[in-house]
């Protein structure tokens, strides 16, 4: 990584717009949006429906692109670059966190865990070692083998979060990470989101909820598709992970308990 790289916002946007052709119809999703986010710490987007929440995150996350303004992630202007160029400093940066999981259903943690390093092409052992890690920086090193049915929606969000940190990322994108959870397990999880913001990990969140956004150390509105309002503010302490994560309830389902032995590969 260059200096400049290393010294330069990890996110910056100048002037972006997007719009959306539908027929006749132009929906102008964003109307130039200009900001820049550092690396580290939590960063917290609310705003109403429609406002244009999702299109920035998009954006952000290099799924789509502005139709007018520049975007430069970790210094780099990424207009100019390919699809196959895209897909590859997603998979090297970036990290997804979804409202409903996205978890396989039919897949143990560790194998959910383990699947971005499958599409990078890690070997097998590797492949073990880091998704048990991972699993591990969650606090769920003893729920390798459960299958997301036998976790609860706090574990769940915590399987899918080793999945987006398994390959290392500098950016974790994070939409409505707390929507289907009640309100000590989002607690939870905005620990563990703080705790990789503290980490250096730059971690953005769309959150609708006024009590999520408070864990965040800045907060930007967006309204009709431009920065409403953008500020910084002393954020909520969420609890202790560790505290947290030895809390949780054991999984309540009678087929929750694990039933193959460690492979080798995951001794320590
Ligand atoms: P939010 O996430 O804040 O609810 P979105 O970014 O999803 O808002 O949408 C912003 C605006 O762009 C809305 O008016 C929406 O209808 C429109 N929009 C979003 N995605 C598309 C699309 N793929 N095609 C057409 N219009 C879209
Ligand atoms: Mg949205």
């Known amino acids: 990584m260059s200096a400049l790289a290393a010294t330069a916002p990890l996110v910056r946007l100048t002037g972006v717009t997007k719009v959306y052709r539908m027929g006749d119809v132009e929906v102008q999703a964003l109307r130039g949006v200009s900001l820049a986010i550092a690396q580290g710490g939590l960063t917290a987007i609310m705003g109403a429906s429609g406002s244009g929440k999702s299109t920035l995150m998009n954006i952000v996350g290099c ?60 070997s097998g052992r590797e492949r073990r070692r880091r998704a048990v890690a991972a699993l ?30 398994v390959m290392e990322p500098r950016l974790i994108l994070a939409d409505e990470p707390t929507g289907n959870l009640d309100s000590t397990t989002s607690a939870e999880v905005m620990a563990l989101l703080q705790q990789l913001g503290h980490g250096g990990i730059t971690v953005v969140l769309v959150t609708h909820e006024p009590d999520i956004a408070a864990y965040a150390e800045r907060v930007i509105v967006m309204r009709d598709g431009c920065v409403q ?36 590969g995951a001794a320590r």
């Open 63 to 122: 799924l789509d692109r502005p139709s007018a303004g520049r975007y430069e992630l970790a210094g780099r202007d990424i207009s100019g670059l390919s699809r196959a160029a895209l897909a590859e400093l997603r998979n090297r940066t970036l990290g997804f966190v979804f409202q409903s999981f996205n978890l396989l259903a039919r897949t143990s943690a560790l194998e959910n865990v383990e699947l971005p390093l499958l599409y990078a092409g890690v």
């Open 136 to 165: 591990g920086r969650v606090g769920l090193a003893d729920r390798l083998r459960h299958h997301p049915a036998q976790l609860s929606g706090g574990q769940q969000q915590r399987v899918a979060l080793a999945r987006a940190l």
């Open 229 to 264: 309002s953008d500020h910084a503010q002393q954020p909520l302490r969420a609890p202790e992970p560790a505290a947290a994560a030895s809390a949780l309830p054991a999984p309540t389902t009678a087929a929750a308990r694990p039933v193959l032995a460690a492979p080798t």
